[in-house]
């Protein structure tokens, strides 16, 4: 199975420093989003405009991100929406509508959600997994686990086509809800599971004969640049900047 | 389930991405132990069964609507508690960073919620206990559903508790858990019967997968996973059950001072140590930090049950047992050097 067309033609040099520096940016920048106050919007305001600056920097589509953002986080608008029903305290009124402090926490929650996935959404548009992996490698991550993510990612788009095409025939062959109930389907997701163990024998045999040694490190690790340590440097102080400026 | 960035506080998430990094780091430790590549490859393509499998929907009895499989347990079942716990937590990180389904701070408490709970507890406690060696359906089914339930229940009692100890939500604490539990309740039940029809078909059609899985077993150590337990269950409920009245040296010092605790002298040191002391305590006197606007916590003052106390015990519990541990790992490195050095 491809890759998603997303996935597959990422732009190989998109973000302006190298994919560990980009990773620890990345990690950087979601905890001073996270430590905003839960009452202080302009704040996570200004560091979206981050966000939107690489957004717009790595030339990707704002509408894909948008796309995607809409499908996920419906535990965190339930969350929003607890905040609005028991904060109902005026805090002031804008307008002759009375603004309470559980509307400002609510924004906060859902900015803070869209800041930080569009982020994560820019990295993982920008870094093809393989490159993600030998990232990790470099932070000091064990070869096991990277390797173990690798395969993951590998095999879930293979296993996933397998998985659709079993859906498809059996939807083809059931009639309204009949033959969809637990008992049957778990005949489907048992047989994918055989079907999957024998590919892992069938893996395991081809990567032997190719010399696999229990991990897949085969590349050198990127080398950590003066370029990536000043814009490391700078984007933390950027970001210290919008903390001391927005956070009295 | 999956906690969203958004939801936590950086102390939280911070806490959970070194209680699950060193997890990762000892299951690790473990499955290395045989260097049996054709294990490191089926970790691989069962990490990615279950991403295909959650593609595949089934309609929910009674509902209408529809549900997937989690693959939590069933990939215990299949792998053994550490192999599985590495691969959840590889396919944990996947969903995080490459479909943002989770945050990337909050990546620690989702793959302890998600991993641990059916890998460590539900497991060895519950699925293998109820189910022993025997493939047999009423075993295996009762074994299934129980472990599942547990599991997922655990979970969502942590999400409650990482969630109101960050502070962010207004939700209190009660209303939570009663909206949690109920829906994790009628999931699990749903999990452990898709999980008992999956391992039934294979131990119907192709047992060797299972019984793999049933052999290594028999040399595996509880002891880590015993000791967690006992600390979550003594810091969180038997910690309601302590004592109100002063310790040792409180009651001494009333006894001569007239006060619990002696005022300091207003020295400026002592004035910004006790201010850092102040901010960065997160759960103030083992319990929630009063907003100033009446007291933190809606509890019944004649009831023992407080949920300050269950956050406070909890954490203090799981920080003992993080510490304990890594100063094993360094007296046990140490000692192996010692050892070296004397050869």
Redo the contacts between chains.
Sequence with gaps: MSEPKH?ANRPEHALPAGDRASLGI??IF??F???VP?NNLPAVIAYGAFTLFVITASRLSLRLIMK??LV??P??LF?AA??LY??RQPIFDAWNFAVTG?MI?AG???A??LV??SA??V??HSVP?HR?GNALRAFGV?E??A??????????F???D???S??KARDLRSFG?KG???????????????R??L???K??MA??ARG???NLALQQKEPFTKRDAITVLLTTWYFLAVRIVFIP | MHMSDALLSPAVGGAFWAVSGGLIAWSIKKSSMDQDGRKTALMGVLGAFVFAAQMINFTIPGTGSSGHLGGGLLLTVLLGPHRAFIALASVLVIQSLFFADGGLLALGCNIFNLAFFPAFVAYPFLYRTIAGNSLTSARLGAASMTAATAGLLMGACFVVLQTTVSGISELPFGTFMLFMLPIHFAIGIVEGLVTWAVVAFVAATDPTLLSMQHESDKKRSLTPAVFILIALVTGGTLAWFASPYPDGLEWSMARTSGQEEIEGRPEPVHGTLSSIQEKIAFLPDYGFRSTGDGPSESTDPASPVNTGTSVSGIAGSLMVLILAGVIGLFTGAGMRKTEKTGE
Aim: proline share 1%; no cysteine.
């Design positions: 996935h990345l990690a979601i905890i989003v996270v430590a839960k995607r953002l996920i986080s535990f965190v969350m607890g905040n028991f904060d559980g926490s906060v929650i859902a803070k959600s930080t996935i994560l959404l990295y993982s997994f993600f064990p096991l686990f390797t173990q993510l690798q395969l993951v990612y590998r095999y879930s293979m296993l996933g397998e998985a659709r079993l859906q809800h969809k109930d637990i008992r049957a389907t778990a005949q489907l997701i048992g047989s994918l599971l055989v999957s163990s590919r892992a024998e893996i395991y990567m032997s696999f040694g229990n």
